[in-house]
């Protein structure tokens, strides 16, 4: 079928075309490296603007921690930029195998793990998602966005959802966490809140008790309208979380197992979990909510939620990862599927998992619509030649396949838009290789 071939997405010439940088967590730098910064390594003091505001965050007593790791090409260590501790007035000292929550960051590998499945046929990019959860094939959409879920304020789905969509945020999928109104409602009664922030009892962040297995939050999910027709919108939602359930059909294995068996594990990346071992719990930071311009506790490491069992695996946001382990990951991507020699992915998975596949039908605001995206691939941003990620607790990861570069942020405080740092992250990057490159 021709769903099952990569060349319907985009061809080979088109992928080794494009040149951009990639804001990791959201917020894009027009200009690009080129290769030119790949060919003058940066030399120590290197990077001086993420230097000089990591320690003004965690100085002031922003944050507890920050760390950025550094890496060209396949160079094993990565350069580590590392300040604070694991927790404020704590003496433990974060370093590049402190766990981190890395929420959506957990995306990218999910959307990679899909590719191989595609790359080895067994299934398609454009492939219905009906035919491997029949519970979607006949889908209601709201008429109008986030209003009324009653059934004469619903309308036919004009196309079928396809993996691509799940794969790119554009099925019409709906969001606890972005959708108002009653689609929100339904859809925390139901427990489709994939992600866990804290055991405490705070009510404002209390969503709801999540859907007991993969398997019922998807069929649950395809009880309720979509918010949007399928492909014809970015906008972002559960889609990855959806993904972890068709991975599993096709795999007739837990995602989780699939997921460890297929990347974590061969990347090498022993510090990834979806549940914290307490043998490890001296390396967790702890993760907190800024209120008033002040971190306060909300999952301290000992008492975290990450500790237990999740309801289920989330594809969408539900790892626990260390900066070393992520880089290992970037490095397998830099390495178009390869790493320390060793095959993980097949080169044209990563080269099309890495690159634009938004559908042809999806329309792209001038401005760039929600969270100003105009290219999205497997599970993450899309900008020229770059692709990455950020995560709801501050991180950031991206590579830069201009430049040979592979690049992250990692630190833990909620809301991420507290603080900017997020945001800037990309432009203190690109600030410190213009001036490597010019130096």
């Given at each position: 079928?021709a769903?099952?071939e990569?060349g319907?997405a985009?061809?080979?010439r088109?992928?080794?075309?494009?040149?951009?940088w990639l804001?990791?967590?959201?917020v894009?730098?027009?200009?690009?490296l080129?290769?030119?910064?790949?060919?003058?390594?940066?030399?120590a003091?290197?990077?001086?603007?993420?230097?000089?505001a990591?320690?003004?965050?965690?100085?002031?007593g922003?944050?507890?921690?920050?760390l950025?790791?550094?890496?060209?090409g396949?160079t094993?260590d990565?350069q580590v930029?590392a300040?604070?501790?694991?927790?404020l007035?704590?003496?433990?000292?974060?370093?590049i195998?402190?766990?981190?929550?890395?929420?959506?960051?957990?995306?990218?590998?999910?959307?990679?793990c899909?590719m191989?499945?595609?790359d080895?046929?067994?299934?398609?990019?454009?492939q219905?998602?009906?035919e491997i959860?029949p519970?979607?094939?006949?889908?209601?959409?709201q008429k109008?966005y986030?209003?009324?879920?009653?059934?004469?304020?619903l309308e036919?789905?004009?196309?079928?959802i396809?993996?691509?969509?799940?794969?790119?945020?554009?099925?019409?999928?709906g969001?606890?966490?972005?959708?108002?109104g009653p689609?929100?409602?339904?859809?925390?009664?139901l427990?489709l809140?994939?992600?866990?922030v804290?055991?405490?009892?705070l009510p404002e962040?209390?969503r709801?008790?999540?859907?007991?297995s993969l398997k019922?939050f998807?069929d649950?999910?395809?009880?309720v309208p979509?918010?949007?027709q399928p492909g014809?919108?970015f906008?972002?939602s559960?889609?990855?979380?959806l993904?972890?359930?068709v991975?599993e059909?096709?795999?007739?294995?837990?995602?989780?197992?699939?997921l460890k068996?297929?990347?974590?594990?061969?990347i090498?990346?022993?510090?990834?979990?979806?549940r914290?071992?307490?043998?490890?719990v001296?390396?967790?930071?702890t993760?907190y909510?800024?209120?008033?311009?002040?971190?306060?506790?909300?999952?301290?490491?000992?008492?975290s939620v990450?500790?237990?069992?999740?309801?289920?695996p989330?594809g969408?946001?539900?790892l626990?990862?260390?900066p070393r382990?992520y880089?290992?990951?970037l490095?397998m991507?830099?390495g178009?599927?390869?790493?320390d020699g060793k095959?993980?992915?097949g080169e044209?998975?990563?080269?099309?998992g890495?690159?634009?596949?938004?559908?042809?039908?999806?329309?792209?605001?001038?401005?760039?619509?929600?969270m100003?995206?105009?290219?999205y691939?497997?599970?993450?941003r899309v900008?020229g030649?770059?692709?990455?990620w950020g995560g709801?607790a501050?991180?950031?990861?991206?590579?830069?396949?201009d430049?040979?570069?592979?690049?992250?942020?990692?630190?833990?405080?909620m809301?991420?838009?507290?603080?900017?740092i997020?945001?800037?992250?990309?432009?203190?990057?690109?600030q410190?290789?213009?001036?490597?490159?010019?130096?």
């Amino acid at each position: 079928m021709a769903y099952r071939e990569f060349g319907t997405a985009l061809d080979r010439r088109a992928l080794l075309r494009g040149a951009g940088w990639l804001g990791a967590a959201g917020v894009l730098a027009a200009q690009p490296l080129g290769r030119a910064a790949f060919a003058k390594p940066p030399l120590a003091p290197a990077f001086p603007s993420v230097r000089a505001a990591i320690e003004e965050y965690v100085s002031s007593g922003k944050v507890a921690n920050m760390l950025a790791t550094f890496g060209w090409g396949q160079t094993p260590d990565p350069q580590v930029i590392a300040r604070g501790t694991l927790a404020l007035g704590g003496a433990a000292k974060a370093d590049i195998d402190s766990l981190y929550r890395i929420y959506s960051m957990t995306k990218p590998l999910t959307g990679m793990c899909a590719m191989q499945l595609i790359d080895e046929g067994k299934m398609g990019l454009d492939q219905p998602l009906a035919e491997i959860l029949p519970a979607f094939a006949e889908m209601k959409v709201q008429k109008t966005y986030d209003s009324s879920i009653a059934p004469d304020a619903l309308e036919p789905a004009e196309r079928p959802i396809t993996i691509r969509m799940l794969l790119t945020h554009t099925a019409g999928l709906g969001y606890s966490i972005i959708q108002q109104g009653p689609i929100k409602t339904e859809y925390e009664r139901l427990g489709l809140v994939p992600g866990q922030v804290t055991k405490l009892p705070l009510p404002e962040i209390d969503r709801g008790k999540p859907a007991a297995s993969l398997k019922e939050f998807a069929d649950r999910l395809a009880t309720v309208p979509l918010v949007l027709q399928p492909g014809t919108k970015f906008s972002y939602s559960v889609a990855l979380d959806l993904m972890g359930r068709v991975i599993e059909v096709i795999e007739g294995k837990p995602f989780d197992l699939v997921l460890k068996e297929r990347l974590i594990d061969p990347i090498g990346m022993t510090s990834t979990f979806f549940r914290v071992p307490q043998s490890e719990v001296g390396r967790l930071t702890t993760n907190y909510g800024i209120l008033g311009g002040k971190p306060l506790p909300l999952d301290p490491a000992r008492g975290s939620v990450y500790l237990d069992e999740p309801a289920f695996p989330y594809g969408g946001a539900g790892l626990v990862s260390s900066p070393r382990d992520y880089d290992r990951f970037l490095r397998m991507l830099l390495g178009y599927g390869k790493i320390d020699g060793k095959r993980v992915m097949g080169e044209l998975a990563v080269r099309v998992g890495t690159s634009n596949i938004l559908p042809k039908t999806v329309e792209i605001p001038a401005e760039g619509g929600m969270m100003g995206v105009t290219s999205y691939g497997a599970g993450g941003r899309v900008e020229g030649n770059a692709y990455g990620w950020g995560g709801a607790a501050g991180t950031a990861a991206f590579v830069d396949y201009d430049s040979g570069l592979r690049a992250t942020l990692f630190t833990q405080y909620m809301p991420s838009e507290a603080y900017p740092i997020q945001g800037e992250f990309s432009d203190l990057v690109r600030q410190d290789l213009a001036a490597m490159t010019n130096g």
